[in-house]
């Protein structure tokens, strides 16, 4: 469905000095820069797939899924999404795809939602059945029956977030590009969209490439990863994989009502020994082992076992690199 | 296309209404500068007074119903990254300004036109006549005005592509129409020099001369002539805009995170 090949993209930067003295110089001598935000990316996305894009900020993730989506045009290298070309602007291609951006509202600010929705009927030549049917199934997945009257403004940011969810799917793309769509939302709210966009790719067999910071999101949702830094892609594959491969730990979290004085570090790496609480990094082939050995042997209030976390997982990524994948 | 053009004109009606008291400001605001150079010439040309009332009138009129301010909105959504919504859809960009620009017209027209005939009944200076022949030329000048302006601000702002604020660019060029368009002082007052020019610059197309027609100032040879002039820009403002909308394009840097 998505074919990308050795993609470049490359901004020209002006380069502004601080100072008043530079400034001024810098009105009669530009000076620019070429900012490479994306080097060389090729990877290709099947029909119904649901890829994660992580990456830091600034890693080029936005800028390639804006190329995906026809708004930048790339310096170099081939795109093509359903068969379109996307920077070739086709009506067939803008209808069969949808972009949705955290921050970026397509919701008309001062109205309420549906007159947004009705827009996009007429725009994108959605005929009333469909677009009733759509609209019927989107409300309820959505909840949104009681803010699609209220102006958008007024809505809170997790009810806007999923009435710009419904903007975006009314006319049934076959791709969708969500950069960051859990962005500022609460833990709930956040649930709620994930959920429904598993649902509705599901369903659907929508083709959804999604970028984000939350790794809830990608552990949530995705399969499949690629982690991308400094513009270049440096990881491709299953997360269950990049997870094994980074972190062959658990985190073992265990509560007594008198901490036992053992050998701490014969179970495993110590992260905390605190009053009344261990924590520890133990690999995982022996996670099984060491917690009922502490179950059997001392009286455990509680017991936590835990993925490290994707943060950690994937800040070691960035940090030691891909060598062998 | 008609029913996008329904879908959207209904959506730019619901948009005016949440926004009255900006609209109703905004199209009272426009009045005050017409007025007081109204009082600046009746007092420098008493005699003329009654001729003065009329042609600013007419040019509240005119004004109102040409105004274009698509370089604000075109100037902000794309420094701001929200244009990109437009870009996404499968409708060229320009229709959603073209539909605002009825909405809001259409709203000048309907309170404008019966405020002048009431005033007309009271004021014998308000009052013309006028042949169906020259209520239609008028009406033609008047939406190749509109047409004029809505081009030129549209143009400039999608300059916005290359440069930020740019704005400040239409600012200027809103100065020197001040003068060229007649909103100043009708044009037969400017300095021949002036006059030459405006004949074959864009501006006075844009207010002037469908005023012209009203006040019969201009015979058959001036409307000719300036219909013709009017129309070669408006030719001359589209291949612009299409070039600079593909130019844009490939410029585009869709800011925003």
Known sequence: MIHVKHLHKSFRVHVRQTGWLEAIRSLLNREYRLVEAVKDISFTIEKGEIVGFLGPNGAGKTTTMKMLAGLLHPTSGEITVGGFVPFEQKTEFKKMMSLVMGQKSQLIWDIPPMETFLVNKAIYEIDDRTFQQTLDELVELLELAPLLDKPTRSLSLGQRMRCELAAALLHRPKVLFLDEPTIGLDVHTQEKVRRFIVDYNREHETTILLTSHYMGDVTALCDRVMIINHGTLIYDGELDVLTEKLAPYKRLEIRFANIPAVPWENYGEIVEIEDGKATLRVAREKVAEVSSHFLQHFHVHDINIQDPPMEEVITRAFQEGFNDS | ????????????????????????????????????????????????????????????????????????????????????????????????????????????????????AVAALFVPALRFDMTGGQTLLFLMALLLGAALRFLLSYICGLLGFWITKVTAVYGVLEVISLFLSGRIAPLSLLPPVLQQWSIFLPFRYMIGFPIDIITKAANSHDMLQGFAIASIWIVVFVIALRWIWKAGLKKNQAVGG
Do not use: C
């Open chain 2, 1 to 116: 296309m008609i029913r996008k053009y329904i879908a959207l004109l209904r959506m730019k009606y619901v948009e005016m209404l949440a926004y009255r008291l900006a609209t109703i400001v905004w199209m009272t605001g426009a009045i005050v500068q017409p007025l007081i150079t109204m009082a600046v010439w009746m007092n420098i040309d008493p005699s003329q007074s009654d001729a003065f009332l009329f042609y600013f009138m007419a040019v509240i009129f005119v004004e109102r119903m040409t105004s274009a301010w698509d370089v604000w909105e075109l100037d902000r959504e794309i420094r701001e990254g929200t244009f990109s919504n437009y870009i996404l859809r499968p409708l060229h960009p320009i229709h959603w300004a073209v539909a605002e620009n009825i909405v809001y017209k259409v709203l000048f027209l309907v309170i404008l036109a019966p405020v002048w």
